[in-house]
């Protein structure tokens, strides 16, 4: 930090994955995140960075919150025992942007984004999450003219989507035009159920087999979308519908990912 002297830090770095990976790693969700956010923020300050972008994440709220979540749900129940490594770590750092705003007068912010999908995700069905997985497995059903999918758990819960551009730009919009305590969420404010994302995909991949549903998997939240109201007051919306951003990532996970190796779908 101290060599490159940048003016604006965005802190992405993360130790991630989804819902089985979060429950069988809690160690490493923990610790690893603590240890990024706290190393960054102290070093940020002590650089004297103008300005930084911590991000949290739609996990972080409690199991149940009222939906769509507000701002204000952060700290106001229980966690969701499935990702509670991850969240009780990220709430440390949005509580660090916090601290050190008030402490030391630095002009650090903090986002809360929602689950993205896009280029350059991680297609791995073990730690990912579940858009990739969805992308994986239906291309590998494609090709293989396999009869069915399979998905985790009922295929009720909700979850809210945004594709990664939008993400990027929501970022660089709120580097530009906010700064204040409060953690902002950044999504669509939109929901669908992982059934209807397994139809999604398909319909954008082209595979009109059928889905078989493998109860001895979690389901995590039952539902989980975010209130975007303070980011549209201030300007800033999603501009890629989900069908559009289901496209393009399918597209990049054939033409990258897809290509390169088919995975091995035993024991999923
Ligand atoms: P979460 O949002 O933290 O719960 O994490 P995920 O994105 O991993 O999972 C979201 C929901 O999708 C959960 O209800 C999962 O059980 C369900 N799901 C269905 N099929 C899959 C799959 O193949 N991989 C993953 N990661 N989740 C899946």
């Known amino acids: 930090m101290e060599r490159a002297r940048p003016h604006a830090v965005f802190v992405c770095a993360a130790t991630v994955g989804g819902i089985l990976a979060n429950s069988t790693r809690p160690a490493e969700f923990l610790y690893d995140n603590l240890a990024i956010e706290a190393n960054i923020i102290e070093s ?13 994440s739609s996990c972080i709220y409690p199991r149940l919150a009222p939906q769509p979540m507000t701002e204000d749900m952060l700290l106001a129940g229980p966690l ?5 490594w991850y969240a009780v770590a990220k709430i440390a750092g949005i509580k660090l942007c916090q601290a050190y705003r008030r402490q030391y007068g630095c002009d650090f912010i903090s986002a809360m ?10 297609y791995d069905l073990q730690q990912g ?3 990739a997985a969805m992308q994986v497995k239906v291309h590998h059903a494609k090709i293989t003219r396999a009869p069915s999918i399979e998905i985790w758990g009922s295929g009720r819960p909700r979850r809210e989507f945004l594709y990664v551009d939008d993400l990027a730009d929501a970022l660089v919009f709120m580097m530009q035009h906010y700064s204040d305590e409060s953690h902002l969420n950044v999504g669509t404010g939109i929901d669908i159920s992982i059934r209807e994302l397994a139809e999604l995909v ?3 991949a082209g595979f009109s087999g059928g889905f078989v549903y493998d109860a001895s998997k979690p389901d995590g939240m039952p539902r989980k979308v975010m209130n975007v109201d303070k980011l549209k007051a201030l300007g800033w919306v999603a501009k890629t519908s989900l069908e559009e951003g289901f496209r393009l ?3 990049w996970y054939v033409q990258n990912a897809g290509a390169k190796r ?6 999923h």
Do not use: C, I, M, W
Request: proline share 9%.
């Open 44 to 56: 940020a300050h002590r650089a004297g960075v103008e300005k930084l972008l911590f991000l949290g």
């Open 80 to 84: 969701e025992p499935t990702n509670q």
């Open 113 to 122: 984004p929602t689950n993205l999908f896009g280029p350059g995700d991680n």
């Open 129 to 131: 999450h579940v858009a």
């Open 202 to 204: 398909a319909k954008v």
């Open 249 to 251: 990532s399918y597209e």
């Open 262 to 267: 088919e995975p091995s779908l035993a024991g």
